[in-house]
């Protein structure tokens, strides 16, 4: 089993309380709101670290680029976020 750091546990529970599910999506800027400022640094680190696991799928959209949970993990991650 793989262990996630509290931020990590923290961006994607802030990502499953706003619905960015699927479809809908954030830019992986608007996720570094509402950390503190000395973490808001490592927060690409971590949401690289959730790609990798395919947590979180990318999107290219528009100049930046997007993320969403991706939806076929939505079990696996409610179960991390609880």
């Given at each position: 089993?793989?262990?996630?750091?509290?931020?990590?546990?923290?961006?994607?529970?802030?990502?499953?309380?706003y619905d960015?599910?699927?479809?809908?999506?954030?830019?992986?800027?608007?996720?570094?709101?509402?950390?503190?400022?000395?973490?808001?640094?490592?927060?690409?680190?971590?949401?690289?670290?959730?790609?990798?696991?395919?947590?979180?799928?990318?999107?290219?959209?528009?100049?930046?680029?997007?993320?969403?949970?991706?939806?076929?993990?939505?079990?696996?991650?409610?179960?991390?976020?609880?």
């Open positions: 089993m793989v262990e996630f750091d509290i931020y990590e546990i923290a961006i994607l529970r802030k990502m499953h309380s960015y599910i699927g479809a809908r999506h954030t830019s992986v800027d608007n996720l570094q709101r509402g950390f503190p400022s000395h973490v808001r640094g490592d927060v690409k680190k971590f949401v690289k670290r959730l790609i990798k696991l395919n947590l979180i799928i990318l999107k290219s959209s528009t100049k930046e680029m997007h993320c969403s949970l991706n939806k076929s993990k939505i079990k696996e991650i409610e179960e991390i976020i609880q």
